[in-house]
T-cell receptor, first 111, second 116 residues
Framework: SQQGEEDPQALSIQEGENATMNCSYK?????LQWYRQNSGRGLVHLIL?????REKHSGRLRVTLDTSKKSSSLLITASRAADTASYFC???????????FGKGNQVVVIP | GAVVSQHPSRVICKSGTSVKIECRSL??????MFWYRQFPKQSLMLMAT?????????EQGVEKDKFLINHASLTLSTLTVTSAHPEDSSFYIC????????????FGPGTRLTVL
């Protein structure tokens, strides 16, 4: 079974609003990554947060990691229509860079 | 950023034929590449690890004789779906790990396989 598991959300928000999605995992990790996938396309790496980090920013993205709760969140601030995509978290669950992906969150940003 | 390409982007074939999908790292070298498959509206499932110069390692439940992997160089891995059947229809995505930064995987754009 997959390691990372997002709450199975389909978010529909207005442009300019913030979008938050969550991910939980089951075992200890070295790092957790977030990816974006546009419909029918490959994945784009967004951000990596290490197990000894609690929060990380990259542009309009903010990722938190709570290793005590084995959970992570991704916040997209001031969303744009171009942010419409599916977002996946992934952990190095299997070791040696072999990633286990969560179910994904589909985000629709309405212009 | 690092670029990974896949070819073809789409393929339609008849049941029983074999299909080869290429994954190339265009501007970096990768001793390790990965193959995933993704069903519609679902997550990615890791199929196998492609190791340059050695045999691929397959995840549990993935048939190695069905999905042949060859990693012939530091920039190319191929996945061959042998004797394809309709249930093999899926979106196949590869990723590659840059030797210079092993934390991050770079994903190809995916190949849509449809078996009739």
């Amino acid at each position: 079974s997959q390691q990372g598991e997002e709450d199975p959300q389909a978010l529909s928000i207005q442009e300019g609003e913030n979008a938050t999605m969550n991910c939980s995992y089951k075992t200890s990790i070295n790092n957790l990554q977030w990816y974006r996938q546009n419909s029918g396309r490959g994945l784009v790496h967004l951000i990596l947060i290490r197990s000894n980090e609690r929060e990380k920013h990259s542009g309009r993205l903010r990722v938190t990691l709570d290793t005590s709760k084995k959970s992570s969140s991704l916040l997209i601030t001031a969303s744009r229509a171009a942010d419409t995509a599916s977002y996946f978290c992934a952990t190095d669950y299997y070791g040696n860079n072999r990633l286990a992906f969560g179910k994904g969150n589909q985000v629709v940003v309405i212009p | 950023g690092a670029v990974v390409s896949q070819h073809p982007s789409r393929v339609i074939c008849k049941s029983g034929t074999s299909v080869k999908i290429e994954c190339r790292s265009l501007d970096f070298q990768a001793t390790t590449m990965f193959w995933y498959r993704q069903f519609p509206k679902q997550s990615l499932m890791l199929m196998a690890t492609s190791n340059e110069g050695s045999k691929a390692t397959y995840e549990q439940g993935v048939e190695k004789d069905k999905f042949l992997i060859n990693h012939a160089s530091l920039t190319l891995s191929t996945l061959t779906v042998t004797s394809a059947h309709p249930e093999d229809s899926s979106f196949y995505i590869c990723s590659a790990v840059d030797l210079r930064n092993t934390d991050t995987q770079y994903f190809g754009p995916g190949t849509r396989l449809t078996v009739l």
